[in-house]
């Protein structure tokens, strides 16, 4: 039987995760030069993919009796300081933000890797590996524009 304490536990974690992703994309778009409209479509796509599965999560939680994760993690904090350093050496080009949302994706990645080793019920692990399936999709889909750019920029 699983531990009901734990899974809210785990539930708040992955909600954490996608504040962090939240903010990430919304500050990678404020680090974005130019207009880069591909770019953009693709991180607000992103930022909403976050906020529905947040949702999704929250919602679970709830019905828990848990309360819901507002915030987020220390490392997502260390990791868009970290953002705001590279940028300033860098500068605000795509590749950077790229290489730098490719990070978070698999930050992204790797919590939801942690929390299907956990014991859940398998309606939970149902809707945490089609959010992980839509994850991978998005890190892939980052990395690929990534790639691009590297090459286009030499």
Known sequence: MTNT???????????????????GYEKALKELEGDSPSLRAAFLKYIDQ???????LATEVQV?????????????????????????FT?????????SAEFGEDAALKAYDSALEEELPA??????AAQQQELRMAHNEVKTMRDYEKETAS
């Open 64 to 88: 828990l009796k848990g309360d819901v994760e507002k915030g987020t993690t220390l490392s997502g904090k260390i990791y868009r300081a970290w953002m705001d350093v590279k940028a300033a």
């Open 50 to 56: 976050s906020h529905r599965h947040r949702m999704a």
């Open 91 to 99: 500068g605000h080009n795509e590749h950077a933000v790229l290489a």
């Open 123 to 128: 309606s939970l692990r149902q809707i945490i």
């Open 5 to 23: 304490s734990n899974v809210i536990e785990t539930l708040n974690d992955l909600i954490e995760i996608h504040n962090d992703r939240i903010a």
